[in-house]
């Protein structure tokens, strides 16, 4: 009977600390090293007659990364978030060094809002409506080059 008890308890214990412990384990392989050395593909896009070159964040690893850590763009580049379906998506800057926009893009390439983000800041940016891409450029990209809600973005797809 003990033994039985025993095996009860070492049963039990095992899966009390599966449930504690199993998210983080699943969580810990989407950030792992290799998720975050490899380089990403590259996009080119375009707004107007302007050229992007876009890297490409079309997972979870690769999404919660995203510009972290960096200290500087490329001219023309940024960053292209691709999610599985429609969505309201917010953004935030936690440990990330460079001021961004952030255009926040309809399935047919129309940017529904665009929002300059303030580096290392946790507060939150969200588009206007369920989008299912976001673009991060330099901040002011936008601005400076007159796009604007309501313009598209060509070559996503």
């Known amino acids: 009977m003990s033994q039985l008890l025993l095996f009860i308890k070492q049963r ?5 600390l599966f449930a504690f412990v199993g998210p983080y384990v699943a969580c810990a392989v989407c950030f792992s ?4 050395s490899q ?5 080119t896009l375009t707004a107007g007659m302007h050229v992007i070159q ?7 690893a690769t999404r919660a990364k995203g510009l972290m850590h960096r ?3 490329a001219p023309n580049s940024g960053m292209l978030f691709v999610f ?3 969505n309201v998506q917010c953004f935030w800057m ?3 060094l460079i001021p961004l926009s952030i255009a926040f893009i309809l399935d047919d390439g129309t940017i529904a809002n665009i929002a300059d983000m303030a580096p290392m800041t946790e507060n939150s940016h969200c588009s206007v409506a369920p989008v299912r891409y976001t673009l991060e450029m330099e901040q002011g990209w936008f601005a400076k080059r007159g796009i604007t809600a309501g313009k598209k973005i ?3 797809r």
Request: net charge negative; aromatic share 4%; no cysteine.
């Open 154 to 156: 060509s070559g996503i």
């Open 71 to 73: 200290k500087e763009l």
């Open 94 to 96: 936690r440990n990330t």
């Open 84 to 86: 599985e379906q429609p």
């Open 54 to 60: 876009a890297e490409v964040a079309s997972n979870d």
């Open 39 to 43: 380089p990403l593909p590259v996009k």
């Open 12 to 16: 039990t214990l095992l899966a009390a």
């Open 33 to 36: 090293a290799a998720a975050w």
